[in-house]
């Protein structure tokens, strides 16, 4: 070969190789070439040489002389140019193939002539039965095989036992699968072979291997050999062999009776080979193993076992004839031989046709308490066993005994239990012992006087969670009765006590007597009791509308409690805290009463609503309650977004400061007072105030301004000039110079600055008015000095002592009119100097009115002296002038009516004067009949 270059538009302008080269084909198809005839269905070697390829090859196969290609395999990886390659089943007489670099397609080469895919032969293989397997009569195999290139889909099955001299069919047709399952005719041979033919093509058949056999299933029982005789409690090993079985399962039974029944050891045991502890009767045994799926297959031992007697146990009670009642607690006992080590003891309630296992102990207990189940029969057995030498050293009573009813009974509550209301306990009660599937449930708080249903209706299941009621008692019982039977009934023994589960202590209440201080920490206590020990803590501000979260998973075991927290800077009177179990919201309390939280500062001034001027001189006031003395001053000019200082840890003892509006000019003022020692306690103006470019807010106080002297009761004017103040005025009176102060009126309404004032009824000479803008308490004057308020002044009179009998006259002054009391032995009770006649001390009192309308009282003592005082009189009860109260006969006794040689009917002790004596007799005879 050779390469030319040459110009496109001067053709003489050229060169050629100096000489010639070759080029050789890195890849060369040696097979198959061309010619070869290739079956399908079998495998055959592809071959080719290479160099310089990449070792990966696309391998291809065309049935249309190269028209279209089928991949046989893409990307292999080759090192050595041979591919085995299985022909398909596609005949033609026009296939080639092609390898070809899979980096490089053009470097490829393919056969260089067609070559022939022939039909592949079709094939059955019979894999099972193979030669020498035995199959049993009556029993399922599967005939299985695998075909190849078998035209139809369907296949005809046939079997022999003559070695192929007979065939029989075992199916006509059936799929071709691969599987057809046979049940074995009951044709004993050991020719046996089948044969599988394809239904369209009899020349296609398949044979099983050389031969097979058919026999009949069997089991023979190899050991124990019949007749011979074995110890009670000794293992017989049973062994057996087999032929046929279905699963290999066994079923192995034993028989007393000589076959006519039979007990079960065991029903589905896969072994050939089985240890059998004695059986529970003594004497003579037969043996049986059976197919466990086919019951009609079995051998049987013969002749039979014979099984000698072991008395290693022997049962002493219950042994016959006892009656124990069920729920009490009764005595099984027994003896056993050295030899034995436990004992089961089962109990029979049906004369030992079933058995209910009740303990394992050490034989050498000899006695074991039971409690008796409440299961009334009078064909009870006990039966002991001795576990570890075979079930048949055993022991059973010797005649019945009887299990009685008993009566219900509450176990719990039952007496001396402390529950916690709210907590959940558990009712229990003997359920097998109530005939009906319900009972009543009820409960008393007063050892029984009255009851009331914990459950109306409850399943007898012998347990009923109760939620105890929220009430305290110490004499709680629980009642369970039977739904249908009120006579079927018990009571807890002795009563239960119910406490609070829990109890705040504190704070619970101040009765407004203890204020708590926003702030400052106070330890929340309580007791608990029947709780989970994990508690929700909550506080609230307004009588319990509203509940704030303290601590909502607070542990604390124990029965007196305790939380530390530091109450909020929130003053109310309305406070409380609550205490409920975190896992029982029925387990809660609260503060019986509210408690109050008392501010630590209070801001007076400005509050909200004054006005201001800029450049205007007013006070700042607060109330301190319980902060220090160092204050943080600040005020906001936009409702509290953002604070200006006034003042920072500022000493002020006088809880006021002065202070300089500063402007600017603005709406959503507030005034804030902090202790700088604890920045919780503070407060903020509790609305907006102004500050206007006018001076705002002067008042100047008139009337009274001080050394007035005004009568108590009397109408007085107060007045006052005011400059931009809101016209509604808080107007009050101290007296004791300032240090207290009483509302007179609060938001008054005047444009003219004045009020008419009743002055009360006082007596002081340290009194002060004072006028306060209503708005705003930095707006307000009050008087320059003190004033006198003259009260009125009652005189009841000297005290006075009278002897038994006398009379006197009181004087009482200082008013113009006069009230007296109490009225028995006055004259009257209206004027100034009623006359007064009492047989014993009396306190009298006198309130008078001045003419301004005030009232005055003064006391008086009237005594008497109890008999010490002697009086004179006539002492004749015959004469016309007696005087029963006379001590001391004065000889001047008058017999006729007028008395005496007296002419005046005034004179009455005919002394010939007037006088106070006749008064006075008059006074002690009034009210006497005349005769």
Request: aromatic fraction near 12%.
């Amino acid at each position: 070969m050779l390469i030319r270059v040459q110009d496109s538009n001067n053709a003489l302008i050229e060169d050629i190789s100096a000489s010639n080269f070759s080029i050789t084909a890195p890849l060369l198809l040696l097979s198959p070439n061309g010619g070869e005839v290739w079956e399908g269905g079998t495998t055959q070697q592809i071959t080719w040489v290479y160099s310089g390829t990449s070792n990966y090859f696309n391998i291809d196969y065309s049935l249309d002389a190269g028209n279209t290609w089928q991949s046989i395999g893409q990307s292999v990886y080759n090192t050595n140019g041979i591919y085995s390659w299985v022909i398909p089943n596609t005949p033609s007489t026009s296939a080639l193939v092609r390898v070809t670099d899979y980096y490089e397609s053009c470097q490829s080469d393919k056969s260089d002539f067609t070559f022939e895919i022939s039909p592949a032969t079709p094939v059955i293989n019979v894999t099972y039965p193979y030669s020498g397997v035995t199959m049993y009569a009556g029993r399922t195999v599967n005939v299985s095989w695998n075909s190849q290139f078998v035209i139809s889909n369907q296949v005809q099955i046939e079997y022999t036992t003559d070695g192929g001299t007979t065939w029989n069919y075992i199916s006509t047709i059936t799929e071709n699968d691969g599987s057809y399952t046979w049940l074995v005719p009951n044709e004993v041979s050991n020719q046996v072979q089948v044969r599988i033919t394809d239904l369209t093509n009899n020349q296609t058949v398949g044979y099983s291997g050389a031969y097979s056999s058919i026999a009949l299933p069997f089991i023979n029982i190899t050991a124990p050999t019949g007749g011979s005789v074995q110890a009670q409690c000794e293992l017989v090993n049973i062994t057996w062999t087999s032929g046929g079985t279905i699963n290999n399962r066994y079923r192995l039974e034993w028989s007393d009776d000589g076959g006519a029944s039979w007990n079960t050891i065991t029903s589905n045991y896969s072994s050939t080979s089985y240890n059998w502890s004695y059986p529970s009767a003594v004497g003579t045994v037969q043996l049986r193993v059976s197919d466990t799926n086919d019951l009609t297959d079995f051998d049987v031992v013969s002749p039979d076992l014979n099984f000698a007697p072991n008395t290693g146990i022997i049962l002493l009670a219950p042994n016959g004839g006892e009656s124990w009642e069920a729920g009490t607690s009764q005595t099984i006992s027994w003896a056993a031989a050295a030899d034995v080590d436990y004992v089961e003891i089962y109990f029979s309630i049906d004369n030992g046709a079933s058995w209910e296992y009740i303990d394992f102990v050490y034989a050498s207990y000899g006695a074991v308490s039971w409690t008796i189940p409440n299961t009334p029969s009078n064909q009870c057995l006990i039966r002991l066993d001795d576990p570890y030498n075979g079930s048949c050293r055993e022991d059973f009573s010797d005649g019945n005994f009887a299990i009685i009813t008993p009566s219900p009974v509450v176990y719990s509550p039952n007496g001396g239990e402390t529950y916690y209301s709210g907590q959940g306990v558990n009712i229990n009660w003997s359920d097998e012992f109530y005939s009906s599937s319900f009972v009543t449930i009820e409960y008393s708080s007063d050892n029984g006087v009255t009851w009331e249903f914990v459950s109306e209706a409850e399943n007898n299941d012998g347990s009923y969670t109760w939620t105890i009621p929220e009430e305290y008692t110490l004499e709680g019982l629980i009642r369970v009765t039977d739904f249908s039977d009120l006579t079927q009934t018990d009571t807890s023994d002795a009563v239960f006590e119910i406490s609070p589960s829990i109890v705040a202590t504190s704070p619970n209440g101040d009765n407004g007597i203890q204020d708590w201080r926003v702030c400052t920490e106070t330890t929340i206590t309580w007791t608990s009791g029947g709780t989970s020990n994990y508690f929700e803590l909550y506080y609230s501000l307004d009588n319990g509308n509203t509940w704030i979260p303290l601590n909502t998973n607070y542990y604390s075991p124990g029965f007196l409690n305790t939380y530390d927290w530091v109450m909020p800077n929130s003053p109310t009177a309305t406070a409380l805290v609550r205490v409920e179990d975190r896992f029982n919201p029925n387990q809660v309390d609260e503060s019986d009463a509210t408690f109050t939280i008392a501010p630590a500062i209070t801001i007076l001034a400005p509050n909200g609503g004054e006005i201001l001027g800029v450049g205007q001189n007013v006070t700042i006031s607060w109330l301190n309650e319980g902060a220090t003395n160092f204050y943080n001053i600040d005020y906001s000019t936009n409702g509290g977004v953002s604070w200006n200082s006034i003042v920072f840890n500022e000493f002020i003892p006088s809880t006021e400061y002065q202070w300089t509006v500063p402007g600017p000019v603005g709406s959503e003022y507030r005034m804030r007072v902090t202790d700088n020692i604890d920045n919780c306690k503070t407060d903020v103006s509790d609305a907006y105030f102004e500050v206007s470019s006018v001076q705002q807010g002067t008042i100047v106080l008139n009337a009274p301004n001080g050394n007035e002297n005004w009568e108590a009761c009397s109408q007085h004017l107060i007045s006052w000039n005011n400059i931009s103040t809101s016209d509604f005025f808080d107007i009050e009176y101290s007296l004791d110079n300032g240090s207290n102060w009483i509302s007179i009126v609060s938001n008054y309404f005047s444009t003219d600055g004045s009020y008419a004032w009743t002055l009360p009824n006082v007596n002081s000479s340290n009194l002060l008015v004072r006028v306060q803008d209503h708005t705003s308490p930095l707006f307000t004057d009050e008087s320059n000095s003190v004033f006198i308020i003259i009260g009125p002044e009652a005189n009841a009179g000297t005290d006075v002592a009278l002897c038994a009998g006398e009379s006197a006259l009181l004087q009482a002054t200082g008013g113009v009119s006069y009230l007296w009391s109490p009225s028995t032995g006055l004259s009257d009770t209206g004027i100034a100097n009623p006359i007064v006649s009492v047989s014993m001390s009396t306190v009298y009192t006198v309130t008078t009115t001045d003419a301004n309308g005030c009232v005055a009282s003064d006391d008086v003592l009237v005594s008497i002296d109890n008999g010490v005082c002697d009086i004179e009189g006539c002492m004749d009860t015959d004469a016309y002038n007696y005087n029963p109260l006379a001590t001391i006969d004065n000889g001047f006794c008058l017999y006729t009516e007028g008395g005496g040689g007296g002419t005046c009917a005034t004179d009455i002790d005919g002394d010939g004067i007037i006088s106070t004596s006749d008064l006075l007799l008059v006074l002690g005879s009034f009210g006497s009949t005349c005769e």
